[in-house]
């Protein structure tokens, strides 16, 4: 069985990191989600992915899979919120999965992600209700409300719109 454990700060320097994540805003303090229908169900999920060897770091990781997957473009700084380390996880030593938090820059038209032909509806929510609609609980409520905790201080940022907007 999988174990999941939250962490705030940096993982440790001998940890794999396998993929980065981040919690992006808007400027009315609502969040990025993805989504794509499988089995005829809609399924929420955090952008990001995992680091390449041509990655000159995991902040270009970050920006490339933004592009690749929601065609978004995020504003600098960046900041880490924590990581979760993954343990159970087939035969694979225990790995981190970091999480960061960013503004958004732009968000275009939807295109294919060159990954992998998808083309992922977009939802912006409130961090709130982007917890929910994961459904990941802890692995979620943690990141996602120390994010918005981290755009409030560091992006002088408030949430001023509650309604959902698609993409």
């Not at 940890?15 to 005829?40: C, H, P, S, W």
């Not at 060897?53 to 270009?60: L, P, T, V, Y």
């Amino acid at each position: 069985m999988v174990k999941i454990t939250w962490h705030f700060g940096e993982p440790p320097k001998n940890m794999i990191v396998r993929q980065v994540y981040a919690i992006v805003f808007d400027e009315t303090g609502r969040t990025l989600l993805k989504t794509e229908k499988i089995n005829n169900k809609v399924v929420y999920g955090m952008i990001g992915g995992t680091p390449e060897s041509f990655d000159k770091d995991r902040i270009a990781t970050l920006k490339r899979e933004f592009l690749e997957e929601v065609n978004a473009t995020l504003k600098d700084p960046i900041y880490l919120v924590g990581y979760q380390i993954i343990e159970g996880d087939r035969d694979l030593q225990p790995y981190a999965q970091i999480r960061m938090v960013a503004m958004i820059d732009k968000i275009g038209e939807k295109q294919p992600d060159p990954d992998n032909g998808k083309i992922y509806d977009r939802i912006l929510t409130t961090p709130e209700k982007a917890v929910k609609l994961l459904g990941w609980g802890e692995s979620a409520e943690k990141p996602i409300m120390r994010a918005f905790e981290i755009a409030k201080e560091r992006f002088n940022l408030n949430l001023t719109n509650n309604e959902d907007l698609w993409l």
